[in-house]
């Protein structure tokens, strides 16, 4: 999907500053843009249009609205930008928090979407990579821990030396056209039922 192909939903209740930030989409080339004026039932309006980008503005924001707004946005695995007129360092925090990849405070102004918009998009992407990168780690860790218990296992229960316990897990892997882990596992597994 190329930047211009952007399913793009405004939520803004603000009709006049609405228009700001969808005619600085359509001067950016956006063309498929979705405006909404209430956060009410915004979660079906997500559902329904499936914006790959969400762009919120909130003229004066009051506790609630934020919250409702943090909850939707913390479900929501979309690149999101905020705008807001006035806030504090708690908004903020609960913002990053929610995932919201672009908090901007007093700052709508029609040349500053495109800018603000390629930001959030490019943000949202690394921190899903680092995200992704983190759940492959953890992964490999676990994996690593599971064939580590099982060489133990096979050691103890067979007499052989680390090299040889994983190197009978490695053919027998092999063998059964596994990954390492699965057998691993499987020694495991079998480890706590016999004893």
Do not use: C
């Not at 860790?141 to 229960?157: P, S």
């Amino acid at each position: 999907m190329s930047h211009f192909d952007l399913a793009i939903l405004v939520i803004d209740e603000n009709a006049v500053r609405a228009a700001i930030i969808e005619d600085g989409l359509r001067e950016a080339g956006h063309s498929h843009v979705t405006v909404v004026h209430t956060v009410n039932g915004i979660a079906r309006v997500i559902e329904a249009t499936r914006p790959d980008v969400i762009i919120i503005d909130i003229e004066n924001p009051n506790r609630d609205m934020m919250e409702h707004l943090f909850q939707l946005t913390r479900s929501v695995s979309r690149p999101i930008a905020m705008f807001v007129d006035r806030s504090d360092s708690a908004s903020i925090e609960a913002a990053v928090e929610a995932g919201v990849s672009a908090y901007i405070v007093d700052g709508l102004k029609k040349e500053r979407v495109k800018p603000i918009l390629d930001m959030a998009v490019i943000r949202f992407n690394a921190f899903s990579r680092l995200q992704r990168e983190l759940a492959d780690a953890k992964s490999a860790l676990e994996d690593r821990k599971v064939v580590e218990r099982a060489k133990g296992i096979l050691m103890k229960l067979r007499n052989l030396s680390e090299e040889e316990a994983y190197a009978l897990m490695r053919q027998t892997a092999m063998n059964e056209k596994k990954k390492l882990v699965d057998i691993a596992q499987s020694v495991v597994t079998a480890a706590g039922l016999l004893m």
